[in-house]
């Protein structure tokens, strides 16, 4: 008979390390990136710049301008109605794009714009707020975002990560895992205040962007045995708790992608049988394998690391 703790990614978000500290990206920390989120990456990638004045604001709430990575522009256009649709609480409300923009259109009135196409109300109420952008961030003072907000002049805020996620723009450079950690506290709390950042901005360089990926667990384990000569397989909802679970995930991970001691020190070479929790919790409960997946959906799911050719799936077992 053999029997196997299963662990695998249930979900992920990922941040800037530069949109971190910033005041207005309080609101978008959630209770995911504090509790619900016990295992986290720093991943480093060629930084992705805005190229500020080459934003303009066109035709069907498109925008368009460009990016600058590894001193290659690329050339960009989206669609802010798309992104604010998205939102579930938008898609609650409306039916579809359209009703939505008719909705919000029809706020924005006066002689100068009477006859004018939803679009071309939105160009005429809205524009780039080029003294508040960076090459970190596009402000948009966006008439969509006011309506929504009842007429007060909300921002819409974006970072490049965020368009080449939403859009699947295919501009992204390669994602490599420098640091492989976990929490069992207040995993925001933990990024925010994090002891290696001295050491990893040590040897960063400007030229690069730390993206910190937040991610929850799900857990179970797969048991096989033999009954009247047939193979027979059950998969249950595993026993252990969430930390005992992040603890092993944790180990595995940082065994599998981290070869040489940088920013990763402990567990580095180690053999998971050694490890507290699969020593107290796995063994004494006739466990003799470990099955960590790590499955990420999307382009920014496409990691690897120093030692290890990036995929969007990695599984990684082990014999205890």
Known sequence: MSKAFHGYIDKYQFFPK????DEFNKERVSEFNRHSATLYFIVKTPKVKFIIDSFEIVDNFCIRGSFLIDDKTIDVIFNAAKIWFDAPVIKEKFKDIDKFTDYCMSQWGGPEIEGASNAEKYISSSEINLDKSNENYLRINCALSTALSNGKNKELILTPYQLINFFEMDCLGNLEI???GKSNDDTWRRIYNHNKW???EEFHESTDELLIYFMSLDKSYIENQ???GLNVTHRNESELSIEDATNIMEASMIIHFMKEKK?????VGSNISTIKSVKEELLPNNYNKILVE????GLFGYLGSPS?????????????
């Open 18 to 21: 530069s949109s971190i500290y």
């Open 263 to 267: 920013f990763n020190i402990e567990l």
């Open 198 to 200: 001295g050491l990893i």
């Open 178 to 180: 420098i640091y492989i």
């Open 294 to 297: 790590v499955s990420l959906d």
């Open 226 to 228: 033999q009954l009247d």
């Open 308 to 320: 290890i050719e990036a995929s969007n799936n990695h599984k990684i077992e082990y014999e205890i």
